[in-house]
């Protein structure tokens, strides 16, 4: 989507070139007038006078009227069906008694959209009905309340009006800036046109994703999970950014999407399998147990896990050479050169080796990082061969299965980790759902589907009521070969699918090549995205437009820069109004564009002050976060130690 002025005849026009020599199959410009609505034909006429025939979308809010003009330009028109009748969003309380009574308004709705579905149908335009979740209509509201549920019903009340004129040139969408709520609208909307016989096309998008990796992961775990769902015709990827710069990742999920999709072989690896717990219609996350405290444990194993979703890491033993530096790659303070566990402290670490006895500065890091409560687990063997005191033995399913469920650990060993593949046989995953381990490591061997594989863990794990916690395990040998956008989407795509089913404890991606400090902080950030645990500041970012009134990405960096150490908080920064207050409804404080060169403050959904000049408003911002007591001042961080053992 541009983010131009759209009288900017010319500049729109460099810009849409600029998307479409990026790889863009569409590009959407907001028309939100009538004089956007004169500039769309000069934009249409100037890029077909270049040899551009890339469709435009116009992007239309609150006008009927504009709708109707820019039908005669552009070959697809974008109605949101939460303010195209209603106008602006004022949640006005209402009260319907029946579905009869909420149906009866339908006729008005039919008034003002039928004369643009007749137009569209005559001309051969295209249309997308695009419910968003932060403006949904004050009727839909009133009935169906702030869910996925009332954006389906939203969008299929403008369908059926279309269908009634003999118009099916349209396609649906259902974006959120929340993945969980925009995953669950799509699903519900897809089994709602089985239902009713329809097979309309799906347009997906996480939208006000924000920017760099977060943006990107928060869209591959929207997008990515309905695209190994089977659903999805066109995406974009709404990034705070220059609009070409979207057009990569979406041709990086859309190939992951086709690949999962095409990929069969790697879906009958897994045992067949019927699912009856996982319900598509209302989220629920499944909960393991943290590990449990003996009274003979001479160290605290409780910590080896966290509640709202643990994050692992695979540590080398050149790590060791620089203890300190190491325990800051993990994430943890330094107190008189000794590590503490912060708020996006690593909670236990992987060894594929382990230190010698008589290396004694690496020893001596694990001693320190086991007496704060981070967990060191290893393959058994490798700890047989080499005993670690208060360490965590590995123990594969099938193995601990021959062993009848009773597997000799090393010496020093306190606990063990059951590793699942998700093909072993059925009494293999009841003895998994028995086992006294602390949790299971779920490690897809190549050539299998991981999604796949994953359910069918699950499956097995809630039917036998187990509360077995389990890590998503992502292994990528060959790092140095991706890209980081490959990276990350891949992530956000194979491990998302599964936490947004509330299936999955947490996850250790090993990426060998790749610094440990960015690994653990794109983990972090795929639990956070997933609406797990929040380590730092969560930005509600939208990638801009036409209609935006600030510069928007030197705004949200000011903003992340000032604001980006307060883990908890939400900030919702916003270029304007046009989607909803709604938008803002996870954000614990907004900054919205009102008026040109003036920004508006909320809390919550209520607006506490207005007409900022934008060069006061990130301060004013932070005045406002400090008055609801959720400000506190940036740490500062000890020095490290700069002994480097050789």
């Excluded at 028309?31 to 979308?57: M, N, S």
């Excluded at 109707?68 to 969003?89: H, S």
């Excluded at 000011?558 to 939400?570: A, F, Y």
Aim: with cysteine; aromatic share 6%; proline share 4%.
């Amino acid at each position: 989507m541009t983010t131009t002025d759209t009288n900017d005849v010319k500049a729109t026009i460099d810009q849409v070139m600029r998307c479409a020599d990026a790889g863009a199959d569409l590009v959407r410009i907001t028309v939100q007038g009538k004089r956007e609505a004169i500039a769309a034909g000069k934009i249409r006429d100037g890029l077909f006078k270049l040899g551009y025939q890339t469709p435009l979308v116009a992007d239309i809010h609150f006008q009927p009227k504009v709708a109707l003009m820019v039908a005669d330009a552009f070959e697809k028109i974008r109605i949101n069906p939460g303010n195209f009748v209603d106008g602006r969003k004022t949640f006005k309380e209402m009260v319907y008694e029946s579905q009869e009574e909420f149906d009866a308004d339908i006729p008005v709705i039919a008034k003002e959209l039928e004369p643009l579905v007749i137009k569209c149908r005559d001309l051969g335009r295209a249309m997308r009905i695009g419910t968003n979740h932060g403006s949904l209509s004050a009727r839909v509201l009133s009935f169906y309340g702030d869910t996925p549920r009332g954006m389906v019903e939203s969008a299929v009340e403008f369908a059926k009006i279309c269908r009634g004129l003999d118009y099916h040139n349209f396609v649906f969408s259902m974006k959120a800036s929340n993945p969980l709520v925009m995953v669950q609208a799509y699903r519900l909307l897809a089994a709602e046109q089985y239902k009713l016989g329809w097979d309309y096309p799906l347009h997906l998008g996480v939208t006000e994703a924000g920017e760099g990796e977060d943006g990107r992961m928060k869209s591959a775990i929207g997008i990515g999970s309905l695209l190994q769902d089977g659903l999805g015709d066109t995406i974009r990827v709404s990034l705070t950014e220059d609009p070409e710069f979207e057009i990569e990742p979406c041709r990086t999920l859309a190939g992951i999407g086709r690949a999962k999709a095409n990929d069969v072989e790697a879906c009958k690896r897994v045992p067949t399998f019927v699912e009856t717990k996982r319900n598509f219609e209302s989220f629920s996350r499944r909960r393991g147990d943290l590990p449990w405290q003996r009274e003979s444990d001479k160290i605290d194993v409780r910590g080896f896990l966290h509640r709202d979703g643990s994050v692992l890491a695979q540590v080398d033993l050149s790590e060791f050479k620089s203890p300190d530096r190491l325990y800051k790659k993990l994430g943890c303070k330094l107190a008189v050169g000794m590590p503490f566990k912060d708020v996006a402290t690593v909670d236990s670490i992987l060894l594929r080796e382990i230190p010698s006895a008589d290396d004694k500065v690496a020893r001596t890091a694990l001693r320190r990082l086991l007496e704060v409560g981070v967990g060191v687990i290893a393959p058994i063997e490798t700890l047989r061969q080499n005993p670690l005191p208060n360490s965590v033995a590995i123990v594969d399913l099938d193995e601990y299965c021959l062993a009848g469920g009773k597997v000799d650990l090393p010496e020093g060993a306190i606990r063990t980790v059951i590793s699942v593949k998700g093909t072993e046989s059925e009494e293999a995953l009841l003895a998994l759902s028995k086992a006294e381990a602390i949790f299971g490591l779920f490690s897809v061997p190549d050539g299998v589907s991981r999604i796949h594989a994953s359910r069918r863990v699950f499956e097995h794990l809630e039917k036998f009521e187990s509360t077995l916690p389990i890590i998503h395990h992502m292994v990528f040998p060959a790092y140095s070969k991706l890209s980081n956008d490959q990276f990350i989407l891949t992530i956000g795509s194979e491990v998302g699918a599964a936490l947004v089913d509330g299936q999955g404890d947490g996850v250790l991606i090993e990426a060998h090549g790749m610094d440990l400090d960015s690994l653990r902080l794109t983990s972090f950030g795929l639990l956070q995205g997933s609406r797990m645990r929040n380590t730092k500041t969560e930005y509600v970012s939208c990638p801009s437009c036409g209609r935006t009134l600030f510069d928007l990405q030197e705004v949200t960096q000011q903003i992340q820069e000032k604001t980006g150490h307060l883990p908890g908080v939400s900030v919702a920064i916003m270029g304007c109004i046009v989607n909803g207050v709604g938008e803002m409804a996870d954000a614990d404080f907004g900054y919205v564009g009102g008026a040109p060169g003036k920004v508006d403050l909320y809390v919550g959904k209520e607006v506490v002050k207005r007409g900022i000049p934008n060069e006061l408003a990130c301060d004013a911002l932070i005045d406002l976060i400090k008055q609801n007591g959720r400000w506190k001042e940036k740490e500062e961080e000890e020095e490290m130690a700069e002994v480097v053992v050789a």
